[in-house]
């Protein structure tokens, strides 16, 4: 189902603030932010506040087992036309099969979350029953990061906010595929800053704490656009405070970043969009592997991955290297 999860949480966001609800949602996957926005939805949206101690229980898989739910599941409205049922970290609860009994026939006036964090194992019969018998069943993969600047625009216009493109482009790299993160985030921007400010890398620095000059993507970033005066400016203060870059994550961010290029270069692909579906990034960053397609030929990327292979055991200690090298050293083998 999660070709795109973004479209997909909308569409069912809408049917619940309009009011088109249903028995059973199934709430799962590897990215749990939709599912337990979903959720907290449910919980604004169904029962009204006046009646919430009435009508409303949310239950927790490792406190119950699957007859206590369908107990729950079972007891009519009081003075309202629907019941919610909301259970969580469902998958920590033990005995499914009383609950997969009731999933085959729920009750009319019962709206069940099943919110279940990580993916379900598609082999089991209890995955099958919810598949089949689930009016929504919600699975959602890890969020790719050529998805995170569209999440982070998505959020953005919800907040009524606006932000540079660097400034997107530096959340998404540093925070990265966590989604819940990426959303504390821009809601400490968001009450940090004025309603009209824009925001920007400063402001990110000073209220997110992501350095916009030195970080690991940025010292990538200067190797890959050759730059050997920002990449060895970088090197000094991170070879001064090694905990901020140990080797093994920068040569891991290297490695990838010119194992795109390697394929760039093999693909021949000059458009940002077609390189963009190549790589299978977001067109935000693409344009930066054009620049360095540029930089660096087919044979010097090959030169440079088989340079990197030799770094990364230098800093996993392969070879009895008991000083690992400097990335001035790295950068001098790579870049000059």
């Given amino acids: 189902m999660d070709k795109n999860a973004l ?3 909308r569409k069912l966001r809408e049917e619940i603030r309009s009011g088109k609800l249903h028995n059973i949602y199934c709430l799962s996957g590897e990215e749990s932010y939709y599912g337990d926005k979903l959720a907290e939805l449910l919980l604004s949206t169904v029962v009204d506040p006046s009646m919430k101690d009435f009508n409303e ?13 369908v107990e729950a599941c079972k007891q009519f409205p009081m003075m309202s036309d629907k019941i919610l049922i909301v259970l969580r970290e469902a998958n920590r609860m033990r005995n499914w099969d009383a609950l997969m009994t009731y999933v085959k026939k729920p009750q009319p006036s019962t709206v069940l979350a099943i919110v279940h964090p990580g993916k379900l194992d598609g082999r089991k019969e209890v995955t099958k029953i919810l598949k089949k018998h689930s009016d ?20 953005l216009k919800e907040m009524n906010r606006r932000a540079t493109p660097e400034s997107i482009r530096i959340l998404c790299e540093f925070i990265g595929s966590d989604l819940h993160r990426i959303d504390n985030e821009l809601k400490k921007l968001e009450s940090n800053i004025g309603p009209d400010e824009e925001i920007t890398p400063d402001i990110i620095e000073e209220f997110v704490g992501i350095s916009k000059i030195y970080n690991n993507f940025e010292f990538s970033r200067a190797v890959l656009m050759r730059d050997v005066p ?6 000094k203060v991170f070879e001064a405070n090694p905990k901020l870059a140990p080797l093994l994550v920068i040569t891991s961010l290297l490695y990838s970043s010119f194992s795109k290029l390697l394929l760039l270069h093999a693909t021949k692909i000059n458009d940002q969009n077609e390189a963009a579906r190549a790589l299978g990034m977001s067109p935000y960053f ?6 360095a397609k540029k930089r660096y030929t087919y044979a010097e990327t090959l030169r440079i991955i088989s340079i990197l292979r030799k770094f990364d055991g230098y800093s996993k200690g392969v070879g009895g290297n008991v000083h690992p090298p400097l990335l001035s050293q790295l950068i001098c083998e790579i870049a000059l």
Avoid: C, W
């Fill in 7 to 9: 479209s997909a949480y």
């Fill in 57 to 69: 229980i949310v239950l927790y898989g490792p406190d119950v087992d699957g007859s206590q739910v």
């Fill in 136 to 155: 929504v069943f919600f699975e959602t993969m890890e969020t790719y990061d050529n998805k995170l600047p569209e999440f982070v625009e998505f959020r």
């Fill in 230 to 235: 920002k990449a060895m400016n970088i090197a």
């Fill in 286 to 291: 693409v344009h930066e592997y054009i620049t």
